[in-house]
């Protein structure tokens, strides 16, 4: 099995779950006696938020007269949790390695430039599906060896240049778990000093993804305008990668919250258009925009609109997005815009009135352990709850019982 659908198992001995037990019309609290589990417990397996052993999977699958069915899927998912676990043991070793290469820079020539620039690149990587706080500080490390030799002057002549790119990409990551962890202040000093190295690098690659980075800054503050401007002035720098594809997105993410629904639909299209063509980039992870995040813009571009063909695409392509990153490879995974691609689609649904559908697509984001729930995530749940709030719903006990439970949530 390929890391690209890494969870599909699980996700998919859950959805069988709850469909057995729906179609039984079995509450959970009947389920108590016979599985031997509380109520509250057998919840959380429905949620996602538990994995319960096989000899429960074998009581419940006798209790929902399913045949066998719901022990064979637990058998499949949990050969993939083990699977994971065996990723997670190879993350760690990585890791090591990295901060084997750290603790032997006191010595200049230790260290290879390559060596550091290959540790850059795979935290970008890393960074997808990993808590942004350790991330902060493999980057730290990774910058300061970095800026250390530039500054002492501790590289060969042809060297200079890999190293500042070493510099400029690690100063990238930093300016995500910055973000990530609810300071975009700090954030945008690592995007002037991100900008400064892909300067002294004369890259234009690590310019327009930069760019495009302070873009995404301007959105979170709200300055669509500025924003907009930041991505125009990117596209100057944007070559045969991906980076022209995420400026794009990124304006029309300033179309759409300036209300110009032609306009950014336009653009998503016209980025649409771009991807067969794109070449690969030079780093992957953060320092690329596969497909499912392509698709994750255009839901978080057009959930903003009132017009409801606008937010029927924002549905689907959110949908698609989250359907595709269950089945990617951890190089392009990240599971914080996947919990987000979540967040859109359900905002979308509550501007066309489906406020259930909402909350079963916002479920899994809801379940998420708190130190998962970043500063974007907490942010959009907020504006859900306001959208709940509105004169649309007025008198609507079930948008009332929506806005209380998303609102205790932040």
């Known amino acids: 099995m390929t890391s690209g659908g890494k969870d599909q198992h699980q996700r998919h001995f859950v959805t069988l779950f709850r469909e057995l037990r729906d179609d039984r019309g079995l509450s959970y609290r009947e389920l108590e006696r016979p599985t031997l589990a509380t109520r509250g417990w057998i919840s959380n397996v429905a949620a996602g938020a538990r994995w319960p052993g096989r000899d429960w999977a074998e009581r419940a699958d006798q209790v929902l007269h399913a045949s066998g ?83 002492e002057g501790a590289v060969r002549p042809h060297e200079l240049r890999d190293l500042t790119l070493a510099a400029g990409r690690a100063s990238g990551v930093l300016i995500y778990a910055a973000l990530d962890l609810g300071h975009p202040e700090i954030a945008a000093t690592h995007a002037r000093a991100a900008w400064h190295l892909a300067e002294s690098a004369n890259d234009n690659e690590l310019r327009a993804w930069v760019r495009g980075t302070e873009s995404l800054l301007a959105r979170f503050e709200k300055n669509y305008t500025l924003a907009d401007n930041l991505a125009q002035d ?40 771009l991807r067969d063509k794109a070449a690969s980039d030079s780093v992957n992870g953060l320092y690329s925009f596969s497909y499912a995040k392509q698709l994750y813009y255009g839901g978080s571009s057009l959930m903003w609109l009132d017009d409801p063909q606008a937010l029927k695409r924002a549905d689907r392509d959110a949908g698609r997005a989250i359907s595709l990153w269950e089945r990617e490879g951890d190089e392009f995974r990240s599971l914080d815009d996947e919990a987000l691609a979540h967040v859109y689609q359900a905002t979308a649904r509550v501007k066309v009135g489906e406020i259930d559908g909402a909350m079963q697509v916002l479920r899994p984001v809801i379940n998420l352990p708190e130190e998962r729930k970043i500063s974007w995530i907490r942010r959009r749940i907020s504006e859900m709850g306001d959208l709940l709030d509105g004169k649309q719903f007025k008198g609507s006990v079930i948008a009332a019982d929506a806005r209380d439970e998303l609102r205790s949530l932040t």
């Not at 020539?109 to 997808?128: G, K, P, T």
């Open 234 to 273: 990117g596209l100057k720098y944007a070559g045969a990668g991906t980076s022209t594809i995420r400026l794009l997105c990124g304006a029309a993410q300033c179309a759409a919250n300036l209300n110009n629904s032609r306009k950014a639909q336009d653009l998503l299209d016209q980025a649409l258009s």
């Open 69 to 151: 069915s719901l022990v064979s899927a637990w058998d499949r998912a949990n050969s993939e949790r083990e699977e994971s676990a065996r990723q997670r043991k190879l993350l760690i070793a990585t890791e090591q390695e990295s901060a084997a290469i750290i603790a032997a820079a006191a010595n200049p020539d230790a260290v290879d430039v390559d060596a550091l620039s290959e540790s850059v690149a795979s935290l970008s990587i890393a960074y997808l599906h990993q808590p942004a706080e350790p991330m902060l500080r493999k980057a730290t490390d990774i910058r300061k060896e970095s800026l250390r030799r530039l500054t």
